[in-house]
T-cell receptor, first 112, second 115 residues
Framework: SQTIHQWPATLVQPVGSPLSLECTVEGTSNPNLYWYRQAAGRGLQLLFYSIGIDQISSEVPQNLSASRPQDRQFILSSKKLLLSDSGFYLC???????????FGPGTRLTVT | AQSVTQLDSHVSVSEGTPVLLRCNYSSSYSPSLFWYVQHPNKGLQLLLKYTSAATLVKGINGFEAEFKKSETSFHLTKPSAHMSDAAEYFCVVSERENSGYALNFGKGTSLLVTP
């Protein structure tokens, strides 16, 4: 069966520090991968999606970036965090673009 | 273009009573529709999905939803609420003819279950 992992589970970082969140998927090949952010009291905002290695599209211009160094690994990064980057970050995968997505457990990021 | 509207941001029910979470969608093509549940500080879990087969869809934990094209609705129901059902619920739409990539999430409905 397929599983999706995210780490770390929680993170507290000062403003201006770098960020690296990791997501890995097991049990499937060539998945579509997604990064979402969920701010307090708000819905999900799609940040990035990827249909293959080194094929990444950004949905919202911001100081975040994403990379996919391996087929089942998706990384969310920032060189300098802002207070507004605080939130709950969710990684997801799907078989095809318009099919249901399966979510990881999330990372709670607090920027202080 | 596709979008989804969850008509209630908060719903409160007593344990053992029925649950109704309302969702309306708009879609230019044949939509796929999903309901997800999110418990506090957890990821989203797929409850059920509609992909043009039977209009009444049964999901996990006793939930079901009915696709009504004439009403452009996909309401989520459960006959008897359990305390463990308290969570955030998201209605989601996707257009299969759309060559895009993303699901379109509603803003969520917070379900409170009281003893």
């Amino acid at each position: 069966s397929q599983t999706i992992h995210q780490w770390p589970a929680t993170l507290v970082q000062p403003v201006g520090s770098p960020l690296s969140l990791e997501c890995t998927v097991e049990g499937t090949s060539n998945p579509n991968l997604y990064w979402y952010r969920q701010a307090a009291g708000r819905g999900l905002q799609l940040l990035f999606y990827s249909i293959g290695i080194d094929q990444i599209s950004s949905e919202v211009p911001q100081n975040l970036s994403a990379s996919r160094p391996q087929d089942r690994q998706f990384i969310l990064s920032s060189k300098k965090l802002l207070l507004s980057d605080s939130g709950f970050y969710l990684c997801a995968w799907s078989v095809l673009s318009n099919y249901e997505q399966y979510f990881g457990p999330g990372t709670r990021l607090t920027v202080t | 273009a596709q979008s989804v509207t969850q008509l209630d941001s908060h719903v409160s029910v007593s344990e053992g009573t029925p649950v109704l979470l309302r969702c309306n969608y708009s879609s230019s093509y044949s939509p796929s529709l999903f309901w997800y549940v999110q418990h506090p500080n957890k990821g989203l879990q797929l409850l059920l999905k509609y992909t043009s087969a039977a209009t009444l869809v049964k999901g996990i934990n006793g939930f079901e939803a009915e696709f009504k094209k004439s009403e452009t609705s996909f309401h989520l129901t459960k006959p008897s609420a359990h305390m463990s059902d308290a969570a955030e619920y998201f209605c989601v739409v996707s257009e299969r003819e759309n060559s895009g990539y993303a699901l379109n999430f509603g803003k969520g409905t917070s379900l409170l279950v009281t003893p």
